[in-house]
């Protein structure tokens, strides 16, 4: 049990806080962008909106914002440049350097402003989720994450795997020592311990990566997060409680 608490502990606040810290570090000495995949930035959906950020340093502080605002009927109605977005409240962004245009009946009307507000969904720490990958993030983190994308009904599928995955992770802790038991009552004289522990040891790293390999599998097949975060678990533990059940035997 005090190996799963730490599992936990680790796992739901040091991990999440020292890996967001290492990205940020990472990306101001490379001066990477957020979203490098795509050549123009990182993109996202803000409920009747499409943004688009050419490039973020830090969670708070956007270059070159594209604010696309379509409406009932995903007619495009608004765009919205500006050189720069920083976070002021919750909900709430100042932009500067605006220039926008409306699409009206009559025509397009464009406007120039130094500075304007802008309010959305959008927060730093959702875009730090963008930063760090799903399974270093913090249960909570991925619990508000997700509930954002399907609020702006996006896919779900790998954050909820990995929020469960992290809610599960501590309980392998407790596979493993499971799988470890039945080594245990081998003696030296039964002959072939090195073997016996290193296919201990084999056994140990076959269910880390049965468990990484299973979050693919489930995106691809799409299985439901619970079951392809839970069977590798769970098949362990079965098989781990069978081979004490054996050596009992013996």
Same mark, same amino acid.
């Given at each position: 049990?005090a190996?799963v608490v730490?599992?936990f502990?680790?796992? +739901?606040?040091?991990?999440p806080h020292? +890996?967001?810290?290492?990205?940020?570090?990472?990306?101001?000495?490379?001066?990477?962008?957020?979203?490098?995949?795509l050549?123009?930035?990182?993109?996202?959906?803000? $409920?009747?909106s499409?943004?688009?950020?050419?490039e !973020?340093?830090?969670?708070?502080?956007?270059?070159?914002?594209?604010?696309? $605002?379509?409406? !009932?009927?995903?007619?495009?109605?608004k765009?919205?440049?500006?050189e720069?977005? +920083?976070?002021?409240?919750?909900g709430?962004?100042?932009?500067?350097?605006?220039?926008?245009?409306?699409?009206?009946?009559?025509g397009?009307?464009t406007?120039?402003?130094p500075?304007?507000?802008?309010?959305?969904g959008?927060?730093?720490?959702l875009l730090?989720?963008?930063?760090v990958?799903?399974e270093?993030? !913090?249960?909570?983190?991925?619990?508000?994450?997700? $509930?954002?994308l399907?609020?702006?009904?996006?896919?779900?599928?790998?954050? +909820?795997?990995a929020?469960?995955?992290?809610?599960?992770?501590?309980?392998?802790?407790?596979v493993?020592?499971?799988?470890a038991?039945?080594?245990?009552?081998?003696?030296?004289?039964?002959g072939?311990?090195?073997?016996?522990?290193?296919?201990g040891?084999?056994?140990?790293?076959?269910f880390?990566?049965?468990?990484?390999?299973?979050?693919?599998?489930g995106?691809?097949?799409?299985?439901?997060p619970?079951?392809a975060a839970?069977?590798p678990?769970?098949?362990?533990?079965?098989?781990a409680?069978?081979m004490?059940?054996?050596v $009992?035997?013996?």
């Open positions: 049990m190996f730490l599992t502990v680790i796992g +739901e606040w040091i991990a020292a +890996e967001e810290a290492a990205q940020k570090i990472k990306i101001r000495a490379l001066s990477s962008m957020i979203g490098q995949d050549q123009s930035g990182l993109w996202f959906k803000d $409920e009747g499409f943004i688009n950020v050419r !973020s340093r830090d969670p708070k502080l956007l270059q070159g914002v594209r604010i696309y $605002e379509f409406d !009932s009927d995903y007619r495009l109605r765009i919205t440049l500006a720069r977005a +920083e976070y002021r409240a919750k709430l962004w100042d932009l500067y350097g605006v220039m926008a245009t409306r699409f009206d009946a009559p397009p009307q406007s120039r402003e500075r304007a507000e802008w309010h959305t959008v927060s730093p720490d730090n989720a963008l930063i990958k799903p270093r993030m !913090s249960a909570w983190a991925l619990h508000k994450y997700t $509930e954002h399907e609020a702006n009904r996006q896919r779900t599928e790998r954050y +909820e795997i929020l469960w995955k992290k809610l599960f992770y501590p309980l392998a802790t407790l493993m020592m499971a799988l038991l039945p080594f245990a009552y081998m003696h030296a004289r039964a072939a311990v090195g073997v016996k522990v290193f296919l040891i084999m056994l140990g790293i076959f880390h990566l049965l468990n990484s390999l299973f979050s693919h599998i995106l691809l097949h799409n299985w439901p619970l079951a839970a069977v678990s769970a098949a362990f533990l079965a098989s409680m069978l004490m059940w054996w $009992e035997r013996r």
